[in-house]
């Protein structure tokens, strides 16, 4: 994939990632100044929903935006629970920055929609007919371009669509951005997407948004890539993949003599602490390297184990969500769910023997467990090889299913366990977590830990093909684009 834009206000940079040119935007508190003329013609920005998003892009908006003639203005629905929050926060009708949903979209010039995605699918049609012609929809995900080629619609065409999306949940794009008062390069880094530019002035109102809400640093993509890398993603290592990784690693050392809390820590703490620690730091090649010989002797079978299986998981995931059955899955659950709330996935004994390990933690006891690394990083590895066959560009690669796994999901588990990562994103991926873990767990039982079992030696190509890969030279560029303070919070 190559994609190119032009912006009339931001300066672009190149970057070279694997051999391929991208290009990035530099934000930082230095250039609100330029937010006027990025977002010429808005004369009101409508931030709708109030979840995980809302509260943040809402308040760094209007941050960032302060001193000009730009008003940003939460929409809800009528009797919205989340009225007295939105208040709280200083967005009130009495001041005219809280208003009706679909009468705040049409009057406002960009609309950026973070409702959740089946209440974007149930209502977008009365969404569109709100949107005034030249307007701007903006989104912080592609689900709804997903939905709408499922069942043959398109958005208008009369209007601008595009997408701003921070690679973090909506608590830390706000703690971030005030950091960024104090600390130069706080803020959370996003993808932008142009999917429908009316007016010539699509790319400005994205890098302006942002800008504005503190990326640090920008990437491209499209709204379709986006949606497919994300959704396979969350369903992926970022969060059904590491569960069932950990699930079925627990009973795995529970079966060679491990106790109950030797077994949570070979594991859980092993993979979300001094593993994803290292990787963060030091690359993913760095987890083998600090291996004794031994130990990678041991790494190296877990991994050449683990790629396979975890591939051919990792393939159905992809398939399922580019011919869009998982947002089809997606819609179901949401209507099952009405009957039946999301169900509890800590409840069993892994989980509560987790619950005394952490608060008796000893941070630097924790090992880098050969085994448990091996398989992890095979699981990785194997998503970002897919996604480079399936033509992602590699910062989406690097972002989407490294950095963000290492920096910004992981951290949650090792904090309190695998609810308390899953149930802070959003009803897509906490759905899809669920649906998939269980698939990652039998797979990983049924053919890696046989193959430790019975001994069964390396494949050298396999093997091979993780030392020179070229995505590690991909991570060591785009790691130094991160922000500058941790992204957990």
């Not at 990652?440 to 050298?460: N, P, S, V």
Request: glycine share 8%; hydrophobic share 40%; with cysteine.
């Amino acid at each position: 994939m190559i994609l190119e834009f032009s912006t009339k206000t931001f300066e672009k940079e190149k970057i070279i990632l694997a051999g391929k040119e991208e290009y990035i935007i530099r934000g930082g508190r230095h250039l609100f100044e330029l937010l006027p003329k990025a977002f010429a013609g808005i004369h009101q920005i409508g931030v709708i929903g109030w979840s995980s998003q809302g509260p943040a892009q809402a308040q760094n908006l209007r941050d960032s935006l302060a001193g000009t003639n730009i008003k940003v203005k939460v929409g809800l629905r009528k009797n919205s629970s989340s009225i007295p929050l939105v208040e709280k926060a200083g967005f009130t009708r009495e001041n005219g920055t809280l208003g009706e949903m679909y009468e705040v979209i049409s009057e406002s010039d960009l609309s950026i929609l973070l409702i959740s995605d089946a209440a974007q699918a149930e209502n977008y049609q009365q969404i569109f007919e709100a949107i005034r012609p030249g307007a701007t929809l903006g989104l912080s995900h592609g689900f709804l371009l997903g939905y709408l080629k499922n069942i043959g619609e398109s958005f208008p065409e009369n209007i601008n669509v595009i997408a701003v999306c921070p690679k973090g949940m909506g608590p830390s794009v706000r703690r971030l951005y005030e950091h960024g008062k104090t600390i130069h390069g706080a803020g959370i880094n996003s993808s932008f997407a142009i999917h429908q530019d009316v007016n010539e002035k699509a790319t400005d109102y994205a890098l302006g948004w942002a800008v504005a809400i503190g990326s640090p640093t920008i990437f491209q993509t499209t709204l379709e890539s986006e949606y497919k890398s994300d959704i396979f993603g969350e369903r992926g290592i970022l969060l059904g993949a590491v569960h069932g990784i950990v699930e079925s690693l627990y009973r795995w050392f529970i079966r060679y003599g491990d106790s109950q809390e030797e077994a949570y820590i070979n594991s859980v703490e092993s993979l979300t602490g001094a593993i994803t620690k290292m990787i963060s730091k030091n690359g993913i090649l760095s987890i083998y390297k600090s291996l004794n010989n031994t130990d990678r002797q041991t790494f190296k079978k877990a991994y050449s184990a683990a790629y396979h299986p975890a591939f051919e998981i990792l393939m159905e995931i992809y398939d399922e969500v580019a011919y869009g059955n998982e947002i089809r899955s997606v819609i179901e659950a949401n209507n099952r769910h009405q009957r039946f709330p999301i169900g509890k996935i800590d409840g069993t004994q892994m989980w509560q023997v987790g619950v005394n390990v952490r608060a008796n933690r000893q941070p630097e006891k924790i090992p880098i467990h050969p085994v448990t690394a091996g398989v992890y990083v095979a699981t990785m590895m194997a998503q970002v090889d897919l996604l480079k066959e399936k033509g992602h560009l590699y910062s989406e690669i690097v972002n989407e299913s490294i950095i963000e796994a290492v920096d910004s999901l992981n951290p949650y588990m090792h904090q309190k366990g695998v609810a308390f990562m899953v149930d802070n994103c959003s009803i897509t991926a906490r759905l899809g977590a669920r649906k998939w873990a269980p698939r990652f767990d039998y797979i990983f039982c049924q053919q890696t830990f046989t193959a430790l079992d019975d001994d069964k030696q390396a494949d050298e190509k396999v093997f091979e093909n993780f030392l020179t890969n070229d995505i590690h030279q991909a991570l060591s560029v785009c790691a130094q684009l991160r922000p500058c303070v941790d992204i957990f919070g």
